[in-house]
């Protein structure tokens, strides 16, 4: 039996421009964290006393003999791919599906990883990184950057590049003390399911072609937050200052990004004191994150008291195997 544990992430600036159609051409970035919240991938091969040959539970339940039947997309592909058999797999997760946390490329990373140690084989960082993406933009043809997966395999707080030549990760060189009055001046509240990403990311795409000033402008705001982060004479409420402005940006970028609900709720927490903010992911509903002073906090959390305040804390370690029972018989 193998159980991996991948993070979920948060992506404050440069979203967009992980997109290839951007990045091959103008070159992109984005400066993002993943955060102690976690999605488990449980992987064992189904013992032979069953009519069914895979047995899958995640939202809902599949007992299939063929894989070929499998309605998930990712679970389908990415099982015919590996050459996967006889499986049954458990998806758990300590925040919802469609929240615009990167919640299926975290999925995505998990289960490779687990596929990966059931075969008995170690797979790197990159690697889960660069399967994930083939998974969900080739094999499953879905829309959208590169970015979260990226950001599930590897985990920390990073700024990672992208040119037509791939990606590097680099992590934001950060003290300990700063890094942690950064987490706490950071709320998160849940506003309801948004949309499938995969819908919003096409209609994104389409917008981005004629959109390529703003994204060069969101592009150019990675640079400035990554200074105002590592600087320690800047003042980190430059960085919530700065969270508003990228996300009138990328408002204007497409019409599926935000909604008026959601547009009132942000204005709510602006008026209680939040220096600035932003949808997570794709658009449409999810998460709204905002940068707020300490002693404005109470304040924001009664203007927001008809959604769930969810507290986090950063985390570094990516996605990892946290048990690994090898089948001796398999």
Known sequence: MIITQTPFRMSFFGGGTDFPSFYREHGGAVLSTSFDKYCYV??????????????????????????????????RNAM?????????????????????LGTSSSFAVGMLEAFYALKGQYADKRRLADDAIYLERTLCAESGGIQDQIAAAFGGMNRINFSRDGYSVN??????ERKRRLNRSLMLFFTGFSRFSSDIQ?????????????LMEMYRLVDEAEQVLVSDERSLDEFGRLLDYTWRL????SGGISTDTIDGQYGRA????????????????GFLLFYVPEDRQEAVREAMKDLLYVPFKFENDGTKVIHYSPE???
């Open 42 to 75: 449980t992987v064992r091969h189904l013992p032979p006393f069953f009519e069914y040959k895979t047995h899958l539970t995640y939202s809902k339940e599949e007992k299939v003999s063929s894989v070929a039947d499998i309605r998930h997309p990712a679970i």
């Open 80 to 100: 015919e791919w590996l050459d996967m058999h006889d499986i049954r797999l458990t998806y758990e997760s300590d925040l919802p599906a469609r929240s615009g």
């Open 171 to 176: 992590p934001v060189i950060i003290s300990p």
């Open 202 to 214: 096409k209609g994104t795409e389409l917008s981005m072609k004629d959109k390529s000033a703003q």
């Open 250 to 253: 990328k408002r204007g970028i």
């Open 270 to 285: 602006l008026e209680a004191g939040a220096l600035g903010g932003k949808l997570l992911g794709a658009g449409g509903g």
């Open 328 to 330: 001796e018989d398999a």
